[in-house]
């Protein structure tokens, strides 16, 4: 049971986010609006979850490169 909540939880995260960035998009278009499609949706949310998994998969010096990158950019950007 605790493997089936992990996926379970897992997938509606990144499902959640998937409609999240549509509608961002969507209201970045103004009056006009846009309406995405179902495979539109869906295909986002398996994108997002290869890119979550391969991101999981990464060594833990990888792992904390990109933090220590990311860390960097973020301070940067909030000083400009």
Excluded: D
């Excluded at 049971?1 to 409609?19: K, Q």
């Excluded at 991101?55 to 010096?61: A, P, R």
């Amino acid at each position: 049971m605790n493997v089936l909540g992990n996926i379970a939880g897992a997938a509606s995260t990144e499902f959640g986010l998937s409609e999240m960035i549509w509608s961002a998009y969507s209201a970045s278009r103004g009056e006009e609006g846009y309406e995405p499609t179902s495979g539109q949706i869906v295909g986002l949310f398996v994108g997002l979850l290869c890119i979550h998994g391969l991101l999981n998969s990464l060594k833990t010096k990888q792992l904390a490169f990109m933090t220590q990158y990311f860390a960097f950019s973020a301070y940067t950007n909030s000083q400009g």
